[in-house]
Every structure is written in C-alpha cells, then in structure tokens.
T-cell receptor, first 116, second 108 residues
C-alpha cells in the first residue's frame, strides 16, 4: 500500500458524459501527478500540481482538466467522453520534486474507466 | 521531445535465471532515472538513480546508470515466479517520461 488513495476503483459510463476522479496523496506529499495508461499507449503523463498550483502539463486533452484543493487532494475531470478515453487513470504523489533528487513518485491503485 | 526506449519488449525465463533489462533515453534536463515494477495494479518504486556508475542494490535486484552512453540496466538474479511483471523505466526531466516497459515472465 503506497498511501495514495483513489476513488472510484471502477467507473463505467457512456460516450459524451463527464466524470470526476479523485485522489488523496500520501500524508506530507505536496505534489500530485495524473497519468493515463491504455493498452496501446503505455503510461502517459497528464498533469502535475504542486501545493495547489499547476506545475507541469503533459499530453492532456482540452476535454480534461484537474485541480488540487487546499487539503491537497486532487480531482481529474474528464468531459465529452469518447470510447478512446477508456483506460486506467493513476494518481501519484511525491514530496517536492524540486527539493533535491526527490523524484520518487508513489502511485495509487488507479481508477479503471470504461466508456461504452 | 524526451524519449525513453526499453528492451526487450518481453522476456520469458525459468526460475533461477538471471535477466538484464535495458533502458536507453534521450532526455533534456535530466534529473534522475527511476525503475518501477508493475504487476496487476499500480507501479511500485524500485530504484532511483542520479549518479553515473554507482550501482544500487536491493536483494536480487540491482541497477546502474551510464550517463555518458545514456542508458541504464536492471539486473535480476536467481529469478522467481514472483518477479513476473512489467518493469518500467522513467526519466525525470521536465516531466516524468516512461518507457514502454519490459514484460518479464518467469516460469517455474
């Protein structure tokens, strides 16, 4: 158990819908990262937040957005869902990626999203 | 664009064998290289390497980084069926960039 929690574990929805995935980082971790893992694309970095502010953006679609709240939990919002958005979505956390070589990220169990 | 390439894509060995997994990279603003093991669920952290030529060991697993030739290897000795997993290499540059992974299957 990494200490990172994600809800829900599974989500099944229809095309065109909107969903929200939630992540709570490990106690003391200030940075949260979101990843998408699909069979054909591997693990893709989406976005990073540090202490409530966006720090880095990866391959995140405009239909997707995220935020980190004052209590440091984060939500990933996926809208106008398409079949191709079906994937495993991971959240990871770390203390502070710029405080020395503290790049170790601890991953949550993931949310499996199925779009029908 | 940062690039991380892992080889082989997959590997099947028998218990007791030794395996070497490779990770080569082209990354700007390199900070560190990380290895993860992914079984059925989330990746779990194995090693973080920042300095060239210094081997990191944890039990039967060891890893080393060559910053001049831009690669790292992960060695697993005396493999066990529990080592069966996908092994991911990731580079911390401007963001964390993952390779496609090596799928290792260890047969009894």
């Amino acid at each position: 158990d990494s200490g990172v929690t994600q809800t829900p574990k599974h989500l099944i929805t229809a095309t065109g819908q909107r969903v929200t995935l939630r992540c709570s980082p490990r106690s003391g971790d200030l940075s949260v990262y979101w990843y998408q893992q699909s069979l054909d694309q591997g693990l893709q970095f989406l976005i990073q937040y540090y202490n409530g502010e966006e720090r880095a953006k990866g391959n995140i679609l405009e239909r997707f957005s995220a935020q980190q709240f004052p209590d440091l939990h984060s939500e990933l919002n996926l809208s106008s869902l398409e079949l191709g958005d079906s994937a495993l979505y991971f959240c990871a956390s770390s203390v502070d990626p710029l405080a020395g070589a503290l790049d170790t990220q601890y991953f949550g169990p993931g949310t499996r999203l199925t779009v029908l | 664009e940062d690039k991380v390439v892992q080889s082989p894509l997959s590997l099947v060995v028998h218990e007791g064998d030794t395996v070497t997994l490779n990770c080569s990279y082209e990354v700007t603003n390199f900070r560190s290289l990380l290895w993860y093991k992914q079984e059925k669920k989330a990746p779990t952290f194995l090693f973080m390497l920042t300095s060239s030529g210094i081997e990191k060991k944890s039990g039967r697993l060891s890893s080393i980084l060559d910053k001049k030739e831009l690669f790292s290897i992960l060695n697993i000795t005396a493999t066990q069926t529990g080592d069966s997993a996908v092994y991911l290499c990731a580079l911390a540059g401007n963001m964390l960039t993952f390779g496609g992974g090596t799928r290792l299957m260890v047969k009894p």
